[in-house]
């Protein structure tokens, strides 16, 4: 069995000290262009140690793109600065800094947008209360949005990250082209699954290109998908193991799956018989590393994820618990936190944004 303190080299030649990383959590912290504060820089440093990985919260890549009020952005030279902290602060601990980069697409909101209508592959809005009709992209647009995730790239490489992570789930932007649901084209962008890939796919050249162009040593790309949408049209269980027959041949340097519970079966009665993270394991063939996240906060939980996955992604547990890594190392399982973390918040000190952001968010639970 993998223990999680082993450490493993990416296909791009990275290697990663440990099989932990922080999974992405935007913390809504940031400044209202985006730009991160020091208060977000701190929590992040806080959280590091220990860690083979960090990847960030969300980072709009451009400004139509922004999701909700803080979020990070990557979509300008000028976070430039502010950018290169935060990598050094992750790096100072020992950990690999890696940036999640995304479009919010039609999961966004007029009012966060200034007034501006959210987009998307198509005209269609998403199941959810208060959701707009987003504007279909045109094909020039497409493309300009695709160059936005280069040039995040290139700004991730120049501010001394160590990675991104393609932010494929949760149902934005990446997700909407995937999707029956949000893409109902008729261009080369829509159509049968091959078609709705399209957009995956010159994504993932585009990326590679400015990694190809601007970084001087290895650098690592991820994805991170959902594997199955309850709307109908939607993305089924099969579709995404189509998905990985598809993304295991490229050079991205792991896939990760986003779960709640790791352990979670698929809708699909035809696949119940394994978790999902079982068969996105198996369909992958060991062509890259598969991160599993969900409800990670034990011994246990860790040893359960490493029989389906390389690398074992927590958040909330780190979230409420800053210092858990260091416990799994040393065996003192005993102080790790283990109690409801919503109650948690009434007795854990956070700066006021992020407690206004995770009081509002354990009473709501949005889809991030
Ligand atoms: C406060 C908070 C913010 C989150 N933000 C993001 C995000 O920016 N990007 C993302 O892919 N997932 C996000 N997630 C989902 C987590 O990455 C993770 O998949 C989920 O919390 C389950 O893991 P856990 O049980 O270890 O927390 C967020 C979750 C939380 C609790």
New binding site residues.
């Given amino acids: 069995m993998i223990s999680f303190d082993q450490s493993l080299t990416l296909p791009s030649g990275v290697t990663l000290k440990n099989r932990l990383m922080m999974?992405?959590?935007?913390?809504s912290q940031s400044f209202y262009n985006g730009t991160i504060t020091e208060n977000e820089i701190n929590y992040y440093a806080q959280r590091s140690k220990g860690l083979g990985a960090v990847i960030t919260?969300?980072a709009n890549v451009e400004a139509i793109g922004k999701g909700w009020p803080g979020e990070l952005s990557i979509a300008d030279d000028e976070m430039l600065p502010e950018l290169t902290l935060l990598a050094s602060a992750i790096k100072a601990e020992g950990a690999k800094a890696i940036i999640?980069i995304?479009h919010g697409g039609r999961m966004t909101h007029s009012a966060t947008l200034s007034g501006i209508q959210p987009v998307s592959a198509s005209a269609i809005a998403a199941l959810r209360p208060d959701a707009e009709i987003p504007r279909a992209l045109t094909i020039d647009e497409i493309q300009a949005t695709i160059k936005a995730f280069g040039e995040a790239t290139r700004r991730a490489i120049q501010a001394g990250f160590d990675g991104i992570e393609l932010?494929g789930?949760?149902t934005y932007l990446i997700q909407q082209f995937f999707s029956p649901h949000s893409n109902r084209r008729t261009d080369k962008y829509g159509g049968d699954l091959e078609q709705r890939y399209t957009f995956i796919a010159e994504l993932l050249d585009c990326v590679f290109e400015a990694v190809k162009n601007y970084a001087i040593k290895p650098f690592i790309v991820g994805y991170?998908f959902s594997s199955e949408e309850f709307e109908t049209p939607g993305i089924r269980f099969a579709d995404t193991l189509w998905l990985m027959t598809k993304l295991r041949e490229t050079k991205l340097d792991y896939l990760h799956l986003?779960?709640?519970t790791y352990d979670r079966l698929a809708q699909d009665k035809a696949y119940q018989e394994n978790s999902m993270l079982a068969y996105i394991h198996e369909a992958i063939q060991g062509k890259m590393p598969l991160v599993g996240?969900?409800?990670?906060r034990t011994r246990t939980d860790v040893e359960n994820v490493l029989t389906d996955a390389e690398f074992v992604?927590?958040?909330?547990?780190l979230?409420f618990d800053p210092t858990w890594p260091l416990k799994l190392a040393t065996n003192n399982d005993p102080a790790m936190f283990s109690g409801d973390f919503a109650d948690a918040l009434s007795y854990t000190s956070f700066a006021t944004p992020l407690f206004k952001f995770?009081d509002q968010?354990y009473r709501s639970i949005p889809n991030?």
């Fill in positions: 999974a992405p959590m935007t913390t919260g969300a999640q995304f932010h789930a949760n991170r986003s779960l709640n996240v969900g409800g990670v992604a927590v958040g909330q547990q979230l995770l968010r991030i």
